[in-house]
């Protein structure tokens, strides 16, 4: 990941008492490509993660030291009743056979996607349209990257018209929130295309 610190909120809050739904959002992607950070960069606690040590398995990727070897979990309180759990999916390929059990129970995801190994987001997408899983796709845009467009992107990806897509910056709390509210928009137009067919 580029450097730069996540932009943390300013007070980790307790879970509500009277908090009875919780909704469940994977965010999924090659690795390296900036899932724990974003996980990290909107939880309204100190997530869980499971990073270890690299192997020799995923040397020579963004100068990284560590990765995911389970999952990350981040929560986030929508208001007293709802919240929203978030799980990171890990990124490295001899992981990838948890991503079925991750999956299950999801109300939908999101894809990170990296313009410098595009081919790393082809899993992602073809296990969620298996599991049919609704997602949207964000283009976590490094310093070092080149500026594609998101359209180009939508093209090389082969994705339909109806995922939307979304450029951010995975440190920042603002934009991977505004990656959420992308999909729970989504979800909510699904939902009244669902009611409104005969």
Not at 21 to 42: A, D, P, Q, Y
Not at 46 to 55: A, F, G, I, K, Y
Not at 91 to 112: C, H, I, K, N, Y
């Amino acid at each position: 990941m580029v450097s730069g610190s996540c932009e943390l909120p300013a007070q980790r809050t307790p879970l509500s008492d009277a908090a009875e739904t919780g909704l469940k959002i994977v965010v999924v992607g090659g690795f390296g490509v900036g899932k724990t950070t974003l996980v990290r960069s909107v939880s309204e606690i100190r997530p869980l993660n499971t990073e270890e040590v690299m192997t020799q398995a995923g040397v020579g990727v963004d100068a990284k030291t560590t990765t995911t070897v389970a999952f990350d979990f981040g929560r986030i309180s929508l208001n007293e009743r709802i919240v929203l759990y978030l799980f990171g999916a890990p990124g490295q390929e001899r992981f990838w056979f948890l991503w079925d059990r991750l999956f299950s129970g999801t109300l939908g995801a999101v894809v990170l996607v990296d313009t410098r190994r595009m081919d790393d987001s082809w899993y992602a997408i073809d296990r969620l349209e298996h599991h049919g899983t609704p997602f949207v796709v964000a283009v976590n845009r490094f310093d070092d990257d080149v500026a594609h467009p998101l359209e180009e992107i939508r093209q090389a990806l082969a994705l339909p018209e109806h995922i939307p897509m979304i450029d951010c910056d995975a440190r920042v709390r603002t934009s991977s929130k505004n990656v959420l509210i992308t999909l729970v928009d989504h979800l909510r137009t699904m939902a009244i295309a669902r009611e409104t067919t005969p």
